[in-house]
C-alpha cells in the first residue's frame, strides 16, 4: 500500500470511530485492539496488519474490501491490471490484489492472493455476517478452516461457504499458495 493510501486509510479509520461517537477506550474493547495501537494507527504512524484490519472491519461492521475501496480513488467499469490495487502484510505473509473492487451498487468483488509459506491467518469474526465466499485456488494448497470446519482447498479446487463465525487461512507449503476470492455481500 503507498503512503498516500495509507495516510487516506488512517484519517477513514479515524472519521468512521468520530461517526459512531467511541472514544479510543470504546474501540479498542469492540475490537480487542490496545488504545496505544490505534492512536498510532489513526495517525499514521503505524501500517495495519491484516489480522488488525480484520478485526477494526468487524467492529465496524463491514468487509476488509469495502472499507480500503473507500480510500482508493472511484474504480473505473474496466479494472486494467496495472491499475488494481495491491496491498501486501509482510508481517504475515499476505498479498492482496483487488482484482474487481468493491463499486457501488455491486454487492459483488474479486479479490486475488497469494499467501506465503507458513502464513498463518486468523479472522475472529467475519466483517459482515453472512458474507458469501467462493474461493479458487489457483496454485498451491490451502487449509481453510470456516466455522470449526477444516478443508483441505487444492489448486483448481473451489470452496463456497457463508461466513457466521471465525475463519483461518494457513499455508503450510512447501510453496506459495495463489487464489481468487469472489466475495458477495448478503
Excluded: K
Amino acid at each position: 500500500m503507498g503512503d498516500e493510501l495509507e495516510a487516506r486509510l488512517a484519517g477513514r479509520l479515524a472519521e468512521l470511530r468520530a461517526e459512531r461517537g467511541w472514544s479510543l477506550d470504546d474501540l479498542a474493547g469492540r475490537a480487542g485492539v490496545s488504545r496505544s495501537t490505534l492512536s498510532r494507527l489513526e495517525r499514521g504512524e503505524i501500517s495495519p496488519t491484516a489480522a488488525l484490519l480484520g478485526r477494526l472491519c468487524t467492529a465496524y461492521g463491514r468487509p476488509m474490501s469495502r472499507l480500503l475501496a473507500e480510500v482508493e480513488p472511484e474504480p473505473p467499469q474496466l479494472v486494467r491490471a496495472a491499475a488494481q490495487p495491491v496491498w501486501r502484510d509482510r508481517a504475515t505473509g499476505f498479498t492482496r490484489r483487488s482484482v474487481s473492487p468493491p463499486h457501488p451498487g455491486l454487492r459483488g468483488e474479486v479479490v486475488e492472493a497469494v499467501l506465503e509459506p507458513g502464513a498463518d491467518i486468523t479472522y475472529e469474526e467475519p466483517p459482515v455476517a453472512g458474507l458469501e465466499h467462493h474461493l479458487w485456488v489457483l496454485d498451491g494448497g490451502l487449509e481453510l478452516t470456516v466455522g470449526g470446519v477444516a478443508h483441505a482447498v487444492g489448486a483448481g479446487d473451489c470452496l463456497r461457504y457463508r461466513l457466521w463465525g471465525p475463519s483461518r487461512f494457513v499455508n503450510p507449503g512447501p510453496a506459495a499458495v495463489r487464489y481468487v476470492l469472489l466475495i458477495v455481500l448478503p
